[in-house]
């Protein structure tokens, strides 16, 4: 799908992910050994252009127009708080000077604050600004996860903590149309409000919970919990780290979390992650195809991906996204498990930046399942199709034991 929209897939019923790709690889898969399946589900993640569906876009503009405030200082708000959410400081992240590209500071000049209150306005304007890439990132991340799970793996509940306005419930919608129950978190009562009415709004019709805060009893408990871009809101490390913990505990199959990915973005998954492998009892099984220290810990690039978010017209707030069809987002995650995974793409190569193309070769940079990066290399001479498949790989997927050499 070059394009995909939340009506395309109820529709027609179709596989959220790569599509032509996926089944040419897929064909010859089946032609193929065990030992040499490609497993193209779970390994590759070329999804062109995600679009913001249009049942989804329709309801939120039904919203914009039932508001109080116009169009042009709605796109002013979301404007504002766009450049806010991409440039402000994290508490207790200290990104290294060698590193540091830009000082967050407001157009006057002066520092921003780290948090923000989300009342009706702010909740507004955040529907604007991030509600497609948000979406696009938990759709791209659980569409991994469902292709890394058992092939009959069917979650029953999903805990979305800080779920904004419900970007999450959408794309677990999209993937497990049935059966499934939510409990969406957030402590601005505005933003339950417009996410149980979205979600109401474009036909979900499955249990909705909604609180302020996670619940304290040790048994109420989802089959996967997420925190989608909500970690970077918390005002220290110890909140952070305490959150975590809880979410955790709430976890019995998977805990995702999805950051922006800049330095700061990564920073803070990679806090979790070592506190995760420390004291939860957690295996990770995505991104990363180890258990060790991140390679990327002092990187100049840190370890993010890249996805193509399209925006409607009627909802493009800059001039930046009116020249172009779409908006390029990088974007951080993790999914722990509690389990290993017994996918035989765990341990596989993941793809850290664009492959490199030099004549009768290519160059992949990779992390690997000893937890290191490594310089991985393709060449015709290994046949055409291991060929083709190698040309196909992008950045983010992952690589095939056979195609290194």
């Known amino acids: 799908l070059t394009k995909i929209g939340y009506g395309t897939m109820m ?13 040419s690889l897929a064909a010859r898969c089946l032609e193929s050994s065990p030992t040499q399946q490609l497993y193209p589900s779970a390994s590759t993640f070329d999804f ?13 503009l039904a919203r914009f127009d039932n508001s109080s405030l116009g169009w042009r200082q709605l796109a002013n708000d979301a404007r504002h708080l766009s450049h806010f959410l991409k440039t402000r400081e994290i508490p207790d992240i200290t990104v290294a000077e060698h590193i540091r590209r830009e000082v967050p500071i407001t157009e006057d000049k002066a520092p921003f604050k780290n948090t923000i209150n989300y009342r009706q306005r702010e909740a507004l ?11 696009a990132t938990a759709l791209r991340v659980l569409y991994e996860l469902q292709a890394l799970a058992k092939p009959d793996y069917q979650p029953s509940s999903l805990l979305d903590y800080g779920c904004g306005t419900g970007t999450t419930l959408w794309a677990a919608h999209a993937l497990w149309e049935q059966g499934l129950k939510y409990h969406l978190v957030d402590v601005s009562p505005e933003m339950l409000e417009i996410s149980f009415g979205l979600a109401r709004d474009i036909g979900i019709e499955a249990p909705i919970r909604q609180s302020r805060f996670v619940s304290m009893n040790p048994d109420d408990t989802h089959s996967i919990v997420a925190s989608n871009h909500t970690l970077c809101e918390l005002p220290s490390q110890r909140s952070r780290l305490s959150t975590l913990e809880s979410l ?54 840190p370890c993010h991906f890249p996805l193509r978010v399209w925006t409607p017209r009627e909802m493009m707030y800059s001039n930046t996204q009116l020249e172009s069809s779409y908006t390029a987002i990088k974007y951080s995650y993790l999914i722990v498990s509690r389990q290993p995974s017994s996918h035989p793409v765990a341990h596989w190569p993941r ?29 015709k001479r290994l046949g055409k199709e291991a060929w083709t498949d190698a040309k196909q790989r992008k950045w983010g997927d992952r690589l095939p034991p056979d195609v290194a050499e």
């Open 11 to 23: 529709a027609r019923r179709l596989v959220v992910g790569p599509s032509r790709r996926a089944l």
């Open 48 to 60: 062109k252009t995600i679009e913001l569906p249009e049942m989804i876009s329709d309801a939120m």
């Open 125 to 135: 304007a955040y529907l604007i600004a991030r509600s497609p890439s948000n979406y």
């Open 248 to 301: 955790w505990q709430r976890t019995s199959d998977y805990l995702v979390l999805i950051e922006n990915g800049n330095h700061q973005g990564f920073s803070i998954l990679d806090e979790a992650r070592d506190w995760l492998l420390e004291h939860g009892q957690a295996s990770i099984i995505a991104p990363c195809p180890h258990q060790a220290t991140c390679p990327k810990k002092e990187s100049l690039r």
């Open 351 to 379: 793809l850290t930046h664009t492959p490199t193309k030099r004549g009768g070769h290519i160059v992949y940079e990779t992390c690997t399942a000893n937890g290191e990066i490594e310089t991985l290399r393709k060449s």
